[in-house]
T-cell receptor, first 115, second 114 residues
Framework: AQSVTQPDIHITVSEGASLELRCNYSYGATPYLFWYVQSPGQGLQLLLKYFSGDTLVQGIKGFEAEFKRSQSSFNLRKPSVHWSDAAEYFCAVGARSGGYNKLIFGAGTRLAVHP | DAGVTQSPTHLIKTRGQQVTLRCSPKSGHDTVSWYQQALGQGPQFIFQYYEEEERQRGNFPDRFSGHQFPNYSSELNVNALLLGDSALYLC?????????????FGEGSRLTVL
């Protein structure tokens, strides 16, 4: 069965420090992988996605993620965190068949940023 | 270009009541999905509508039902509300001629069941 695990529930970093949020997935075929961000009281905004090709993908707001098939991982990184990055981050795996694109989400990682 | 819009943004119901939530997809999108996000959890897939039919359903009871209209907008109905139905309900749209596999989410309808 498809599943997504985000091992870190809460992460706190200092502004300007680097960030890595972990994501592991379970999926039988080539996965479609996504990272979404959710600010308090808001919906989900797509940061980046991986469908195929280059395993290092660039997203918005300076985020990037690397797909590692051997480790079933899709970790999100940012070299220098800004206070406005404080939010909840969700990793998701998608199944695509005939245009059907259901997403399975992890439980999320809440990021706090210290000044 | 308006994104995905949902209404109402907040509502309070009591156990046993029924609720209807509404969603208008992003312009050009023909597929609407609904997700339930309980407090402190990731969104859980409820069902997806395409061409006015339910295409696939997650692990939710029949108390959860939906509808899609010819203009692609959608409703989520929940009958016989339980305390555990309290959650943020997210609508997502996709598809159309520029399908990329990405879902566009609305800001959600927060339901509180007392």
């Amino acid at each position: 069965a498809q599943s997504v695990t985000q091992p870190d529930i809460h992460i706190t970093v200092s502004e300007g420090a680097s960030l890595e949020l972990r994501c592991n997935y379970s999926y039988g075929a080539t996965p479609y992988l996504f990272w979404y961000v959710q600010s308090p009281g808001q919906g989900l905004q797509l940061l980046l996605k991986y469908f195929s090709g280059d395993t290092l993908v660039q997203g918005i707001k300076g985020f990037e993620a690397e797909f590692k098939r051997s480790q079933s991982s899709f970790n999100l990184r940012k070299p220098s965190v800004h206070w406005s990055d404080a939010a909840e981050y969700f990793c998701a795996v998608g199944a695509r068949s005939g245009g059907y694109n259901k997403l399975i989400f992890g439980a999320g990682t809440r990021l706090a940023v210290h000044p | 270009d308006a994104g995905v819009t949902q209404s109402p943004t907040h509502l309070i119901k009591t156990r046993g009541q029924q609720v209807t939530l509404r969603c208008s997809p992003k312009s050009g999108h023909d597929t609407v999905s609904w997700y339930q996000q309980a407090l402190g959890q990731g969104p859980q897939f409820i069902f997806q509508y395409y061409e006015e039919e339910e295409r696939q359903r997650g692990n939710f009871p029949d108390r959860f039902s939906g509808h899609q209209f010819p203009n692609y907008s959608s409703e989520l109905n929940v009958n016989a509300l339980l305390l555990g139905d309290s959650a943020l309900y997210l609508c997502a749209s996709s598809g159309g001629t520029s399908y990329t596999g990405e879902l566009f989410f609305g800001e959600g309808s927060r339901l509180t069941v007392l």
